[in-house]
């Protein structure tokens, strides 16, 4: 296994930090995670230049100091043949990991028939500084562990009045009334560049989405749900469980075709 650390490519899986880093004692890191399409940084769908801003966002609000940008665009290039899907960490001291991993064995799959979601409720689950993607990934974490024994692939994260935020992993969609519907960021959720990205496609195409607050009501009139993210890009939720419920929802809705329309490459 190879991985680009502080500018140097390493190989293996262990990685040297002072047992007082605060990227080990506090989760004080940012990070992104992309997918490269084409082996190429540059490509229209890997979209660099937002993965890159979403990193400065969060060192310039935190305070803390930039890497050297050349340096962690050299580790992704090292990287990216043997690895479809990056992630870049940027620690509070300037140093910064780059590590690869494959795309899901079972995506295709998981794209046509959809996957199965739990409702996280409860403070354990919620997600500490969410309009930033750090490293203190604990409370999301722990609702992805909690959804697996619950028989699902995801989680769906709520916030104290009960409406629906984003699952643990990524943004939700659902259609209802002929319109696509995601959760506002004003809720307190990540802002995701595939969010952002769909929101652009869809407004190209002349489609307007909602963005209004998803309170447990309002999930029964959805005709379609989903999530999305950098490397699974639009997968349907089939199944949402809850402690005492469930609902089944149809991952093969024909509106699901303007959301996989954003990432044709033609």
Same mark, same amino acid.
Request: proline letters at 6%; hydrophobic letters at 40%; one cysteine or more.
């Given at each position: 296994?190879?991985?680009? &650390?502080?500018?140097? =490519? ?13 990227? !080990?004692?506090?989760?004080? %890191?940012? &990070? ?8 190429? !940084? ?43 899907? *990056?992630?870049?960490?940027? =620690? ?10 494959? *795309? ?37 974490? *722990? ?17 104290? *009045?009960?409406? @629906? ?9 659902? @259609? ?5 519907? %995601? ?6 959720? =990540? ?6 990205? !769909?929101?652009?496609? =869809? ?10 607050? @998803? ?6 009139? &959805? ?17 949402? !469980? ?25």
């Amino acid at each position: 296994m190879a991985y680009w &650390f502080d500018g140097q =490519l390493c190989q293996g899986s262990d990685i040297a930090l002072a047992v007082n880093d605060p990227a !080990l004692i506090y989760g004080a %890191t940012v &990070f992104t995670t992309l997918r490269i399409y084409d082996q190429s !940084l540059d490509h229209p769908l890997t979209h660099w230049v937002a993965h890159q801003q979403r990193l400065v966002h969060g060192l310039t609000n935190f305070g803390w100091p930039s890497p050297d940008w050349g340096r962690v665009r050299q580790g992704a290039e090292a990287l990216l043949e043997d690895h479809p899907v *990056l992630r870049i960490t940027c =620690l509070p001291d300037g140093r910064e990991l780059v590590t690869g991993r494959s *795309l899901p064995s079972d995506l295709e799959t998981m794209q046509t028939q959809g996957i199965a979601a739990w409702v996280a409720r409860g403070e354990m689950f919620g997600r500490s500084q969410p309009a930033y993607k750090t490293g203190n990934y604990l409370g999301a974490w *722990l609702a992805l562990q909690a959804a697996q024994r619950h028989g699902a692939r995801e989680a769906i994260l709520v916030n104290a *009045l009960g409406q @629906w935020l984003e699952t643990s992993t990524g943004n939700l969609w659902g @259609w209802a009334n002929g319109q696509w519907h %995601t959760p506002s960021l004003a809720a307190g959720l =990540l802002p995701g560049i595939v969010r952002s990205h !769909l929101m652009e496609h =869809l407004r190209q195409q002349g489609e307007q989405v909602n963005q209004s607050p @998803w309170p447990p009501g309002v999930i029964q009139r &959805f005709e379609v749900l989903a999530h999305s993210n950098s490397g699974v890009q639009v997968v349907p939720i089939h199944t949402v !469980l809850g402690d005492r419920s469930k609902l089944e929802v149809n991952p093969q809705h024909p509106a699901l075709a303007a959301l996989r329309a954003a990432f044709s490459e033609n």
